[in-house]
């Protein structure tokens, strides 16, 4: 039988959401029966947990407290996060601690590569805090992993979740230099709402973003995803999709936020697994090589068979344009 479960194996710091202390409570609604989550308990999630811990590695799985770590660790898939579990930013959906980072460890990217082999990954994605306190944000770490990955497992597709390097000029050129199969970057939520959902953030620069991957290296995949219940409208969220396609971007997915604690943002509302199939039909119209809509979807959410998806949705629609 499943059960409500909160996944967060770390040490629980003092405080740890300090610049959201001031607002006010957002009561933490009871979730409905489709998002039900089992507790983990198969062998392989405890193998992968003591990797992580062993390599000193940071993954997002626990940082965001995500739905899907039992199943996902269970086969061996683990989203590491590079640069830290400190964020300079401090949107009002994340779980992840805000606060001033340490400096880049610089031994990082080996470490990584080392994990991907012992894990036999054959696909891995990398993520990371945003790091404004960085010239570069951060490209030029991303860089060093993926080439570390290269070193260690030549034969793993590699898939980057980054920041939205905002204010960090040359810093796109550099991380697609490193040429990621898959570059992902999370617009996150409609434009009406950034300024309360992410306030750090500009919604046009994160399109800009991924428009500019396509222009600098077409082969590379492109992919974002939205939380969906945070007040958005149904138009809005077309609009985005639309947006999206000027930028040519591939992969759409489109999850259920979950509120991490009574300081973060409310569930406005818990949208339905039909609703949740209407999004997918209609982005699938507009043109999107892949599709991922379901309450429990997250970025790195299967993105091993997306990816092998992928794949074979741009060679069928090569073959068709023939």
């Known amino acids: 039988m499943s059960q409500r479960i909160t996944i967060d194996h770390r040490p629980a710091p003092a405080l740890r959401h300090p610049e959201k202390a001031h607002r006010p409570d957002n009561p933490i609604q009871r979730k409905p029966s489709w998002i039900r989550v089992k507790a983990p308990n198969h062998p392989v999630y405890h193998e992968t947990r003591a990797l992580m811990r062993d390599a ?98 030549p034969q793993t597709t590699i898939e980057i979740l980054t920041p939205d390097f905002l204010r960090k000029d040359g810093a796109l050129e550099v991380v697609v230099a490193a040429r990621p199969d898959v570059f992902n970057h999370n617009i996150e939520t409609v434009p009406r709402l950034y300024p309360t959902i992410r306030p750090g953030a500009r919604y046009y620069q994160s399109v800009r973003l991924l428009d500019g991957v396509k222009k600098l290296d077409p082969s590379i995949f492109t992919k974002s995803g939205l939380m969906l219940g945070l007040g958005e409208e149904r138009m809005e969220v077309a609009q ?83």
């Open 56 to 153: 000193g590695l940071v993954t997002v799985c626990e940082e965001a407290a995500c739905p899907n770590i039992g199943e996902c660790w269970s086969q061996r898939h683990a989203t590491m996060m590079i640069m830290g579990e400190i964020c300079t930013r401090a949107c009002a959906f994340c779980n992840v601690t805000t606060g001033l980072p340490k400096h880049l460890d610089e031994d990082e990217p080996r470490r990584v590569g080392e994990a991907v082999a012992k894990l036999g990954l054959k696909h891995v994605v990398i993520t990371s805090v945003d790091r404004d306190d960085l010239e570069d944000g951060g490209a030029m770490h991303f860089a060093r992993v993926i080439h570390a990955i290269r070193e260690t497992s």
């Open 240 to 322: 985005v999709m639309d947006d999206f396609r000027i930028a040519d971007v591939d992969f759409l997915t489109l999850g259920q936020y979950l509120q991490p604690s009574a300081k973060h943002a409310a569930v406005e509302k818990f949208v339905t697994p039909d609703e949740f199939d209407g999004y997918a039909a209609a982005a699938r119209s507009k043109g999107f090589l892949q599709v991922s809509a379901s309450p429990l979807t997250r970025s790195s959410y299967h993105a091993d068979s997306d990816f092998a998806k992928l794949q074979a949705a741009r060679n069928s629609r090569l073959k068709e344009s023939l």
